[in-house]
Every structure is written in structure tokens, then in C-alpha cells.
């Protein structure tokens, strides 16, 4: 990329140029410093630090010594260090900024709002910073799905270690690869749970049923007694391995029989979630 640039002298035109520049590093910073990751580019640095010179010489004239003044104060020195710092101002820094643009805008519009044609030198340049931007920003998107993905994921890590702590219920998941668990102070206890006894805990996930019922549903034939066996081993297998207190044993069954007849899933005492 040429970096030679000729001379501006017309008022208007410096103005035109000082508005496409000045958007330019708004482009750039607001890549750099915006989202949920501010992260530093040695190349896009060379180029914001040489627009950026390039802007203070457009605007090297008496009338706009104030606004001169006022972007070398806002906008970031570089866009490669501190940038956490500069991450946090740069919210309120940008309106200002925009500010310094609206009144460039308005001085151009009181001379006529003159047209120019690019020269070679600045349209390489802009089409070069166009390129730039937009290989940096699917790399940037990129880095915040995965910055995203990773703060889901311990969020799930979180909110499981939470359920293990709640006073009146246990969070126990059921889920069709894992079977049965929950966590216990950041260990996951689980009951690998197939078969017919997992059969039992679906058709039970959503409603009560008798004994006679289940079993139609699980062997085609009546045989309550079997199913209450079952259920019973169900219920013992599943204390021993989520690790339920001995003084909890009874009313902390998985699977409970009803007063009024039939089963059910323990829902008072669990909160019961399915995978």
C-alpha cells in the first residue's frame, strides 16, 4: 500500500476527507473495543494510528483547533494496549467523538457540501481498511460465540452447584445417556439406570399410575406384585447412589406409593428434570 499522499489545500475538500477518516476510526474502535471481547491488532493498530495522523493533518487550520484538540483527547492513543481501560470509556468517549463529527459535518454543509473523487492513494487506503474490517470482524465474532459458549457452560456449572444446596428440594436430572443424578457439592452422583426400572421412571414422568397399569404398560399382563418389587429396588438403588442421608430414607423414595392408591415420582421432595 502507497503511504504517499499529496497535499490538501481546498477547505472543502479537507473537510470531506476529515469526516470519511474520522468514520473510519470510529470502525475500528468500536471493533477493537466494543463486545464482549477487547482484543488488540497489530495490523489494524498500524493503520488506525496512520488514518489517525492523517485526520489531524486535514484539520490543521485555526477553525477546527478545538475539534482537533478535543479527538486527540478522545480517541484511544492506539488500539493494542490497555485496552480493558480503554474499553470502559469508550462508551461515553464515542458520543463525543460523534459530536466533533457533527460539527466537521455541519462546517461542510455550510461551504456547499462540495463533492471530490478519491485520489488512487486514498482509495487504496480505504479499500484496504474496508478488507481489514471485515476479516477482523468474523475473527471477532468467532472469538465472542466462543467467549458466549464458554460462559453458558458455567453457568450450567453454577446453577447445578446451587440446586445441590437448596434446603427444600433436590434437583435430580434424568437424562437418556446418564440416567439418573444430580450434584452434590460439585460431584455428580449418578444411578446409570436401564431397562425395565427405566421404563418405570418414563412412564411415571408426567402422571401416577397403578401397579396394574404399569405393568401392562411394561410386560403386556397385570403383575402389580412384580412392579412394586421393582419399584422398591428402584428406590433403594437410587439412595445409595445419590447419597441421601439414612434419616431421609423414607420420605426421600425416588418413587413413592400413594394414599390413594398407585404410584408417582417423588416431586414434593425432588425437582424432577428431564433431558
Avoid at 458520543?95 to 462546517?107: D, G, R
Wanted: positive net charge.
Amino acid at each position: 500500500m502507497n503511504m504517499k499522499r499529496k497535499t490538501y489545500t481546498n477547505f472543502g475538500q479537507r473537510l470531506f476527507l476529515s469526516q470519511l477518516y474520522l468514520d473510519k476510526l470510529l470502525d475500528m474502535t468500536d471493533l477493537v473495543l466494543t463486545g464482549y471481547l477487547a482484543i488488540g491488532d497489530r495490523e489494524l493498530n498500524g493503520i488506525y494510528m496512520l488514518i489517525k495522523s492523517y485526520l489531524q493533518s486535514m484539520l490543521d487550520f485555526p477553525e477546527f483547533d478545538s475539534v482537533k484538540r478535543d479527538l486527540l483527547l478522545l480517541l484511544p492513543d492506539d488500539l493494542i494496549s490497555d485496552l480493558q481501560e480503554k474499553n470502559i470509556v469508550w462508551e461515553h468517549d464515542r458520543i463525543l467523538v460523534e459530536k466533533c463529527l457533527a460539527q466537521i459535518e455541519k462546517e461542510y454543509i455550510l461551504v456547499g457540501s462540495p463533492k471530490f473523487s478519491l485520489s488512487e492513494d486514498d482509495k487504496e487506503i480505504f479499500d484496504y481498511i474496508n478488507n481489514l474490517l471485515k476479516k477482523r470482524r468474523e475473527n471477532k465474532k468467532h472469538s465472542n460465540k466462543k467467549f458466549v459458549d464458554y460462559l453458558k457452560e458455567e453457568k450450567k456449572k453454577v446453577d447445578l452447584i446451587n440446586d445441590s444446596f437448596d434446603d427444600n428440594k433436590l434437583t435430580i436430572h434424568i437424562t437418556s445417556d446418564s440416567g439418573i443424578w444430580r450434584i452434590e457439592r460439585g460431584k455428580k452422583l449418578q444411578y446409570s439406570i436401564k431397562g425395565n426400572r427405566r421404563k418405570i421412571i418414563d412412564f411415571l414422568s408426567n402422571k401416577k399410575l397403578s401397579g396394574k397399569e404399569l405393568s401392562e404398560l411394561l410386560l403386556r399382563k397385570k403383575n402389580a406384585e412384580f412392579i412394586g418389587k421393582e419399584i422398591s429396588n428402584i428406590n433403594k438403588i437410587f439412595l445409595k447412589k445419590m447419597q441421601i442421608e439414612k434419616s431421609q430414607d423414607k420420605k426421600r423414595k425416588l418413587i413413592i406409593s400413594l394414599p390413594t392408591g398407585g404410584y408417582a415420582l417423588n416431586k414434593e421432595e425432588y425437582d424432577i428434570s428431564f433431558h
